[in-house]
């Protein structure tokens, strides 16, 4: 069973005068989900393609298994390519199996190891199909079974998501959780915040090429500013104005939303608020992944 993490260690790259990548750094451990996000450019595709060999880095490193990656390595990377690159020619079949052979695995395996996967993610009956005569969902599901066909000890997936009916979107996200289980290190970008919530172990926020936030979906929550819902019928408009690390985000129909920082004193809000009259409800949230991840991008319009 692989159990090795894949790490990338303060990883640079830069296109001209661009910087993609400064000092980026993440680490995947085997049996781990990571969700890479960030605004377009922000850097993911670059660090996928460093990790997987296929672009050099200017500087840092990426280890698997405590040993930078080399040439053995990366032919047991599994990789699911932004731009998809198969063959629209090929048969599905014939093209996975040539992957699979590409890959290290004899003849036979690699038919065995096409088959399984065409079967498990609903592609048994196109697989005597030219790649070009699927639905693009359905050559997605046969990119999925690319970067699956040898049985890789790490996945790294560009925006699998990206494209998917709901039905795919959940092929997609048991084989992930399987992989993941079996401990592979899985690590894939996406824009969809809520799938990366919902699926992911931990979450990578990335902004213009380094890592700004790293944690549990529950850590970043709990990092994040707190919101109050608080509703005081008889209080006026102006009831939580000045209290300190307080800002008001919207008032309606007697209900006001608060947003706390690390300063404020939520049992301070409670005590003004009663000071108006009765309070019917008194709520704290946590940010959700999305709120967290436009809070980073609005720092990065704001600067
Ligand atoms: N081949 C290239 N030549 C020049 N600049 C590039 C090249 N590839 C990427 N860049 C630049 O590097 C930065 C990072 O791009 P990258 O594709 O890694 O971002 P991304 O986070 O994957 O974005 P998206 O969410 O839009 O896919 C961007 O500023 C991009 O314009």
Not at 203 to 220: K, N
Not at 254 to 265: C, I, K, P, Y
Request: glycine share 8%; aromatic share 4%.
């Amino acid at each position: 069973m692989p159990e090795g993490a894949l790490e990338i260690d303060r990883v640079s790259k830069r296109y001209g005068e661009v910087v993609a990548l400064d000092e980026m750094s993440l680490t995947v451990h085997g049996g781990e989900m990571l969700g890479f996000v960030g605004s377009n450019g922000a850097g993911k595709t670059t660090t996928m393609r460093i990790a997987l060999g296929v672009l050099a880095a200017d500087s840092g490193e990426v280890r698997y298994d405590g040993a930078p990656v080399d040439r053995t390595t990366r032919s047991r990377i599994g990789y699911m390519p932004e731009e998809r690159g198969l063959y629209p020619k090929m048969k599905v079949s014939e093209q996975l199996q040539y992957l699979g052979e590409l890959h290290g695995l004899r003849r036979a395996d690699a038919a065995h190891s096409a088959n399984r996967w065409t079967e498990r993610l609903g592609l048994a009956e196109r697989r005597e199909d030219q790649l070009q005569k699927l639905s693009l969902g359905n050559q997605q599901r046969v990119q999925l079974a690319a970067a699956l066909v040898h049985d890789p000890s790490v996945l790294i997936l560009d925006e699998p998501f990206s494209g998917l009916d709901p039905v795919a979107v959940e092929v997609m996200s048991t084989v992930l959780r399987e992989m993941r289980d079996r401990g592979v290190p899985v690590v894939f970008s996406s824009h969809q915040l809520e799938l990366v919530q919902r699926l992911c172990d931990r979450v990578g926020i990335v902004r213009r090429g380094s890592m700004v936030a790293d944690g549990t979906v529950e850590e970043l929550r709990s990092s994040g500013p707190a919101r109050l819902t608080v509703h005081a019928p008889r209080a006026p408009a102006d009831w939580a104005e000045g209290l300190p690390g307080v800002t008001v985000e919207s008032r309606e129909n007697g209900r006001t939303t608060l947003r706390l920082d690390d300063t404020a004193d939520d049992q301070r809000v409670l005590r003004a608020a009663l000071e108006t009259g009765p309070v019917h409800e008194f709520s704290r949230e946590r940010p959700s992944l999305t709120e967290l991840f436009r809070d980073v991008v609005t720092e990065e319009i704001d600067e």
